[in-house]
């Protein structure tokens, strides 16, 4: 008896799913459906390197043009050097290319490769790899702090009008 009501049970839910879902599509197909982002295939390449991931800043009025930030740390306990002042200029140094890093994930993106081997449906390793690739120009030092005993904090920007001069010459080529 119970095979019955649940051969029963079986066949009123796939009778539903086939409904519904007949229904959708029919309503998906007259609707007047489009993508609110249209993105030109052609106009971006993924493989180019240069200014890519600013294209929607590239095509935009100069009012939307952002100012872009970035902030940097370093240990000073950790950077080489035989005196103290050595290691905090060369924390200074490694916070500015930190911050130089961020900027140039905003500007140009960043890629990411990623490994992952499982065995008997169990992951035995995982891995990620991170790749930062562009050239940053016009980035100004808003400022140098310690932050703590240890570590140094630098803060870099680029303007508006910085901005404005790399979209007109990624225009140019």
């Known amino acids: ?60 009025s100069v009012e939307k043009i952002p100012t872009l930030s970035a902030v940097g740390y370093a240990v000073v306990s950790s950077q080489p050097g035989r005196t103290d002042a050595q290691k905090r200029l060369m924390a200074i140094r490694s916070a500015r290319m930190a911050a130089m890093r961020e900027l140039a994930e905003q500007i140009h993106g960043i890629q990411v490769d990623s490994n992952t081997t499982v065995i008997d449906l169990m992951v035995q390793n995982d891995t990620f790899r991170a790749v930062v690739k562009g050239i940053i120009r016009g980035a100004k030092t808003v400022r140098i702090n310690p932050t703590g005993v240890d570590t140094y904090e630098t803060v870099l920007e680029i303007d508006k009008d910085m901005m404005l001069m790399m979209l007109k010459s990624a225009r140019r080529t």
């Open 1 to 60: 008896m119970s095979f019955i009501k649940s051969k029963k049970f079986l066949v009123s839910i796939t009778a539903c799913a086939v409904f519904l879902s007949t229904g959708c599509l029919q309503n998906m197909a007259n609707s007047n459906f489009s993508p609110i982002n249209n993105f030109n295939e052609n106009k971006i390449n993924s493989d180019s390197d240069g200014v890519v991931a600013l294209k929607e800043v590239f095509d935009s």
